[in-house]
């Protein structure tokens, strides 16, 4: 009794961990190179597609990334950043995701000239249209970049404190993760925990759980980006699981990165039996081809998780928010309403609902993967 995909679109949802620079549209990126004279891998939506590997298992964090050579080369003006955020906004609404934390790294969108303050501007624009037009909640993650300087890393933190409470929630610290440690990036941390910033960093998706444990206790992290290996560390685990460190899980990425080797291993399930927060997130719907809605879907049909179940790992979402108390107290009173409304038995949904049918569980093709995790 598998619910279909139209069902997960239904449900009011998050989405904690949702790269901007990963999340346009395939359209938007060849209107905006042809306005620009900018030359891509493709003309049409397919070939561009095909070129960029979208959705498919790349085998290691490292591979997967280079499809942000694409999307960064459209997005260096202020008018294409609004755009973008804003039909960001539109997508996620349009799903009825009610609540999001954008992440990117505005060092990223200064080739052309732009100011860092004009770059984080125009895509908090972009966030607020979303929102006066379609009513999704939204803020910002400033990220800095593992591969790149430490100093680079501090001007993103000095961003961060800079637009405190105009729109920025947290700093991040995202990039490729092997042999490119937190604990260089330190300083940066420091800086956003003086002034009271929340802290998040993608760690245990391309390295082992030592830099889960590094992005806690050396960074401080409030909030784990993947968390892929920390099954490798019993202590660890429950660690996070005592201190209600929440986990951003976005399982297709995973597989894709060679986080994972497919689906059906991923340790969500495993998580969220144990106790942990988990979170589910989709973490480049352009680049990993998805949804939030989809995510859902998938840990439905493909690792077996119950409507209940999927029904706390959304509340987990409004829970782990980087929200002021009693606005995230709030949201969870409306969300808990609005989920109550749908019945826990999935038979029982088919039943109420004479238009919704069951889908049929697709088998997980993923091929093995070759990453380094």
Not at 11 to 16: A, F, G, M, Q, Y
Not at 201 to 207: K, N, S, T, V
Request: net charge negative.
């Amino acid at each position: 009794m598998a619910l279909p995909l139209s069902f997960f679109e239904r449900l009011p949802k998050t989405d904690l961990h949702v790269h901007l620079d990963g999340s346009l549209r395939l359209e938007t990126i060849l209107e905006l190179a042809e306005q620009d004279g900018i030359q891509l891998p493709g003309r049409t939506p397919a070939e561009l597609a095909k070129a960029m590997h979208l959705g498919e298992n790349t085998g290691s964090l490292v591979e997967y990334l280079k499809a942000f050579d694409v999307t960064l080369k459209v997005l260096q003006t202020e008018d294409a950043l609004t755009r973008v955020a804003f039909e960001l906004g539109e997508d996620c609404a349009k799903e009825n995701v009610r609540y999001m934390e954008v992440r990117y790294a505005p060092m990223l969108h200064t080739r052309k000239g732009l100011r860092l303050t004009t770059v984080v501007e125009a895509v908090l624009e972009g966030l607020w249209q979303a929102k006066e037009k379609y009513g999704i909640e939204s803020n910002v993650i400033i990220c800095g970049i593992r591969n790149i300087s430490p100093q680079s890393s501090l001007e993103m933190a000095q961003l961060a404190v800079a637009y405190k409470n105009r729109g920025v929630v947290a700093f991040d610290l995202a990039g490729a993760e092997y042999d490119n440690p937190a604990k260089h990036h330190r300083e940066s941390f420091q800086l956003v925990r003086d002034n009271n910033i929340n802290v998040t960093i993608h760690a245990g998706e391309a390295y082992g759980p030592e830099s889960i444990h590094q992005a806690i206790h050396v960074c401080g992290a409030h909030r784990i980006g993947h968390g892929c290996r920390l099954r490798e560390d019993g202590d660890l685990l429950h660690y996070v699981n005592d201190h209600r460190i929440a986990l951003e899980c976005c399982p297709s990425s995973n597989v894709q990165t060679g986080a994972v080797r497919d689906l059906a291993t991923h340790p969500i399930k495993l998580y969220y039996d144990l106790g942990l927060r988990v979170t589910v997130n989709t973490d480049n719907r352009l680049i990993t081809d998805t949804t939030v809605s989809k995510e859902l879907w998938l840990c439905h049909t493909q690792l077996g998780m119950t409507l209940p179940e999927i029904k706390r790992m959304i509340l987990n979402g409004f829970k782990a928010a980087f929200l002021p108390f009693h606005q995230k107290q709030s949201f969870l009173r409306r969300i808990a309403r609005e989920l109550s409304a749908f019945p826990d038995d999935e038979a029982a949904v088919l039943a109420s609902e004479p238009g919704l049918s069951a889908t049929i569980v697709p088998e997980v093709t993923q091929p093995a993967s070759t990453g380094t995790a």
